[in-house]
Structures are given as structure tokens and as C-alpha cells.
Nanobody
Framework: QVQLVESGGGLVQAGGSLRLSCAAS????????MGWYRQAPGKQRELVAT???????NYADSMKGRFTISRDNAKNTMYLQMNSLKPEDTGVYSC??????????????WGKGTLVTVSS
């Protein structure tokens, strides 16, 4: 019914930057809060940042000042600009969204994730 697809991951050296995208598609009426999460190897998934429909943001402490979350509501797309990357930022980055569908169901949807690898 709805689908989230991430892109933009890859291999980058420490200190480098990457920009991730998350595109939502399907039977979408509106998208409420969206968020990025990451799972490092051998660790639990953790929150990176969230953004509401009207642009209010929230970041995990370790990402503040380095990562910037944004969204384009017209394109149903969310972004994560990651700067000053560190090896500990390595992981699978997944997007999540609370979506109101055309049939007025509220769906919490996850993407499959995109791998970010930061080399030292």
C-alpha cells in the first residue's frame, strides 16, 4: 500500500559527507512524522533524527551539529545530510514514517535500509 525506499548510502572516509534520501510512494494522503534510524553491526537500532510534517526536528545527542534532517512534502521525500562522519557512524540507516493513506488508515512504515560504511 505504501513503500519507503532509501538511497544514498555507500563507503566514505572519516571526515567525509553523505546525503541519504527516503522516498515514500503508494496510496498516500499525507505523511506525518518521519525519522531516520540506524543499526550498527552487533547493536540495537537507534534513533538518528525525526522531523514532523511542519519541519520540527529532533536529534540524538551524538548526531547534533553533524547531521541535518529535512523533508520535501511535495515530493514525499526525506533527507539526511551527514557531515564529519566517523567510523562509529557505520551502519544500516532506515527511514520510518507515519502515513495517512487515501483510505484514511494510519500506517507506520519502514524502508529496507541503506548501508553507510565509514572507513578510518
Amino acid at each position: 500500500q505504501v513503500q519507503l525506499v532509501e538511497s544514498g548510502g555507500g563507503l566514505v572516509q572519516a571526515g567525509g559527507s553523505l546525503r541519504l534520501s527516503c522516498a515514500a510512494s503508494g496510496s498516500i494522503f499525507s505523511i506525518h512524522t518521519m525519522g531516520w534510524y540506524r543499526q550498527a553491526p552487533g547493536k540495537q537500532r537507534e534513533l538518528v533524527a525525526t522531523i514532523t510534517h511542519d519541519g520540527r526536528t529532533n536529534y540524538a545527542d551524538s548526531m547534533k551539529g553533524r547531521f541535518t534532517i529535512s523533508r520535501d512534502n511535495a515530493k514525499n521525500t526525506m533527507y539526511l545530510q551527514m557531515n564529519s562522519l566517523k567510523p562509529e557512524d557505520t551502519g544500516v540507516y532506515s527511514c520510518n514514517a507515519n502515513i495517512l493513506t487515501m483510505t484514511h488508515d494510519v500506517v507506520n512504515s519502514w524502508g529496507k535500509g541503506t548501508l553507510v560504511t565509514v572507513s578510518s
